[in-house]
């Protein structure tokens, strides 16, 4: 599966950004999708996923109540709605898929990163 991202930006803390991510491929409500986020200088953190439903969600606990992951398999897309940004949440956003459950740390598909930056 090839997973296109989009929708990163600049925005003020505090405010709010829609990533998406889409899918090329007609198996795309078999896999888990999962959002993850690298800072400078840090390793790539996970951040949330969403099972093959759309049921069954996960979050970082940095990011609870603040980020809504969902997705629309009709559309092959994959979304991560998040409010309330902080400066800390400036990364670079990435989402993978893979087979399994939102339980899972390991994805072996990934997409090219969107760049979140939050200002202060």
């Known amino acids: 599966v090839q997973l296109q991202a989009s929708g990163g930006g600049l925005v003020q803390a505090g405010g709010s950004l829609r990533l998406s991510c889409v899918a090329s491929?007609?198996?795309?409500?078999?896999?888990?999708m999962g959002w993850f986020h690298q800072a400078p200088g840090k390793e790539r953190e996970f951040v949330a996923a969403?099972?093959?439903?759309?049921?069954?969600?996960r979050y970082a606990d940095s990011v609870k109540g603040r980020f809504t992951v969902s997705r629309d398999n009709a559309k092959n897309t994959v979304y991560l709605q998040m409010i309330g940004l902080k400066s800390e949440d400036t990364a670079v956003y990435y989402c993978?898929?893979?087979?399994?459950?939102?339980?899972?740390?390991?994805?072996?598909?990934w997409g090219q990163g969107t760049q979140v930056t939050v200002s202060s």
């Open positions: 993978a898929a893979d087979f399994g459950t939102i339980l899972q740390k390991g994805f072996g598909n």
């Open positions: 491929g007609r198996t795309f409500s078999r896999y888990v």
């Open positions: 969403v099972s093959q439903s759309g049921i069954g969600t």
